[in-house]
Nanobody
Framework: QVQLVQSGGGLVQAGGSLKLPCVAS?????????????MGWFRRAPGKERDFVAA????????QYADSVKGRFIISKDNAKNTVFLQMNSLKPEDTAIYYC????????????????WGQGTQVTVSS
């Protein structure tokens, strides 16, 4: 089973930036057919459901973003390090949430139930 370990997160002022890494084990990004998997980022704000943030295909050709983060967040992968990143810029207080990375076989998806493996989550707090 794919295991995902997250780090990063923390407290940042509005307008600031953070980069969240998520390292995969029991799965090599570069050893599979490049389009046969996808990595995603989701977030859960206090009192809300887990929402889609961004996703990237195994071959890096397809990226998807929630409208609320488009133009501010960037999802990327480093296949040599088996790591997926979420670069978050121009952060807003409404970006405050627990952020989760996730893995799924097949094409990208915005639906949390489609993902098989999840990271442990990391808190991001944006102060105004």
């Amino acid at each position: 089973q794919v295991q995902l370990v997250q780090s990063g997160g923390g407290l940042v002022q509005a307008g600031g930036s953070l980069k969240l890494p998520c390292v995969a084990s029991n799965f090599a990004f570069s050893s599979y057919t490049m389009s046969s998997y996808a990595m995603g980022w989701f977030r859960r704000a206090p009192g809300k459901e887990r929402d889609f943030v961004a996703a990237i295909s195994g071959n890096d050709i397809v990226t998807q973003y929630a409208d609320s983060v488009k133009g501010r967040f960037i999802i990327s992968k480093d296949n040599a390090k088996n790591t997926v990143f979420l670069q978050m810029n121009s952060l807003k207080p409404e970006d405050t949430a627990i952020y989760y990375c996730a893995y799924k076989p097949g094409i990208t998806s915005r639906a949390p139930p489609d993902y098989d493996s999840w990271g442990q989550g990391t808190q991001v707090t944006v102060s105004s």
